[in-house]
């Protein structure tokens, strides 16, 4: 089998046993249910929540570049620290936390391959333990912003098309990924049962894009799929390593988790996740859509 061409973004959890007193490793848990860490978390590691830690609590956007150095000290985390995420449902928000972090600048970022449910399915050490971190001196590095897309992006990215007759292929060179469920992407749900404040006023999908579902690049235990078996999902909907790509679900985390898999893991080297997603896309007045399941 090929390899990933990025394997290094990777750790395992004997990796991580072995690194748990690495005073150059900061172990990170991201989880959807905030409350997950409180109940017991791997020795040594941090507590990010996404909405209070990495979001700005004035406007939907990220925290600004001194905020994300603040929480970096906070955190005792410096400039040459190798953060290592983690979390729940199959690293759904560890990849989120690290594309911010990545967006940011802090360059030395990996993922515990199988994440929360694969640590503890090993029968490995979990504590409710709080560490404290001496502060550190960090400064903010250079940001990346070629890796996230607006709607302006996406609007631009799709060839413009019309909002009554919107287009039925993207430009040459380009490709759209649309990450939800199937039932998500036609628009027979307006949004996931469990997220009903991630809903949007119109159901269906951006012009253009291909369905597949960031689940189908994960195995059962919760680590990634062969670099083999990605590249073959991918290309069957036309997604190669040539092509300009964008991503995006809901609001941004699943389409996290398939940026990490095609940029970071595979090396495509032009993936940007559109994080307003499909709560923005689906409520703004005059936008495109494919609406399969709209009546007619």
């Known amino acids: 089998m090929s390899e990933y061409v990025n394997p290094a973004v990777l ?51 990220y925290i600004d570049n001194q905020d994300f150095a603040s929480l970096m000290r906070r955190f005792g985390i410096s400039n040459d620290t190798t953060v290592i995420f983690y979390g729940d449902k199959n690293n759904w928000w560890a990849c989120y936390a690290y594309w911010v972090f990545k967006l940011m600048g802090h ?90 404040q991630e809903g949007a006023v119109r159901g269906g999908h951006i012009p253009g894009a291909a369905n597949i579902p960031w689940g189908k690049a994960m195995n059962d235990d919760g680590t990634f799929k062969s670099a083999d078996e990605i590249a073959e999902l991918y290309a069957a909907a036309g997604i190669t390593p040539d092509k300009d790509t964008v991503v995006y679900c809901r609001i941004g985390e699943r389409s996290s988790l398939t940026w990490f898999v095609l940029h970071e893991l595979m090396g495509y080297a032009k993936v940007r996740n559109y994080d307003g997603s499909w709560t923005e896309w689906g409520n703004v007045v005059g936008l495109p859509i494919n609406n399969p399941s709209a009546a007619k």
């Open 11 to 61: 750790v395992s959890t004997d990796w991580v046993a072995e690194h748990l007193n690495d005073p150059n490793v900061r172990l990170v848990e991201s989880d959807e249910d905030i409350l997950l860490y409180e109940v017991g978390h791997i020795p040594g590691a941090a507590k990010i929540n996404w909405q209070d830690d990495l979001n700005d609590q004035r406007i939907r956007d």
């Open 107 to 196: 360059e030395h970022l990996k993922v515990m391959n199988g994440g929360r449910k694969k640590w503890i399915d090993e029968g490995r050490e979990l504590t409710r333990a709080v560490p404290s971190f001496a502060a550190t001196e960090y400064a903010a590095g250079t940001a990346h912003p070629e890796i996230r897309a607006f709607r302006d992006d996406v609007l631009e990215h799709i060839g413009r098309p019309q909002p009554r007759n919107p287009a039925i292929s993207l430009p040459e060179g380009r490709t759209l990924v649309d990450v939800r469920s199937p039932d998500e992407f036609t628009g027979k749900k307006l949004h996931m049962p469990e997220y009903p």
